[in-house]
């Protein structure tokens, strides 16, 4: 079985702009751009052997105002610029009562079914409350990027920047020091 990195997407993979202390998801093509920053570390962490699984929250495709075709688009974009392996997307709101919505694991567990990962050996990277918690669930390790986002929940580490987390990564899988599981 094979290691991941589970990626958020906006805020790790692609710039998202802040707005009265929230993120705004980019909605079309000319909003959004690669974070070119995350290329080198990411072709570290394959070079790794990691697999790259990005996973996103996108309540817009349900209630409406995300087109389907602009998001594939984007994702086309992210794929052709981002050693990714596979992309996981949450298309529902909250009242859907979905089990893949983050902080809920299912995109995790979904992405272990298909990939065959080893959920313990691998890491989430985000700089979301809703991914440490989601981490949490599946028994993977999380690494917060520091922001405003972080909230009090269970996280395993936080850090300054995203080249100092991916150093970190690297430093937890040599050493085989991942954080054990409660159940
Ligand atoms: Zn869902």
Excluded at 28 to 40: E, G, I, R, S
Excluded at 61 to 72: C, I, K, N, V
Excluded at 144 to 169: A, I
Aim: hydrophobic share 40%; with cysteine.
């Amino acid at each position: 079985m094979k290691a991941a990195i589970f990626l958020e997407r906006d805020g790790i993979l692609n710039l998202a702009r802040v707005e009265r202390n929230h993120q705004v998801t980019p909605l079309t093509l000319d909003q959004f751009h690669v974070n070119q920053d995350a290329k080198p570390l990411l072709d570290e962490l394959k070079s790794a052997g990691f697999l790259l699984i990005a996973t996103t929250n996108q309540p817009g495709l349900s209630r409406g105002y995300q087109s389907r075709r602009e998001l594939d688009l984007m994702h086309q974009i992210l794929r052709r610029e981002l050693p990714l392996d596979d992309l996981f997307i949450c298309p529902h709101d909250e009242t859907d009562h979905c089990p893949c919505r983050k902080p809920k694991a299912g995109l995790l567990l979904e992405a272990a079914f298909k990939h065959h990962i080893d959920l313990e050996r691998s890491f989430v990277v985000s700089d979301k409350w809703q991914d440490a918690q989601a981490a949490h669930v599946a028994g993977c390790t999380s690494l917060l990027l520091k922001s405003q986002w972080n909230g009090p929940g269970h996280h395993d580490f936080v850090m300054n920047g995203l080249s100092e987390l991916v150093q970190k990564v690297m430093q937890l899988s040599a050493s085989g020091c991942l954080i054990l599981n409660q159940f």
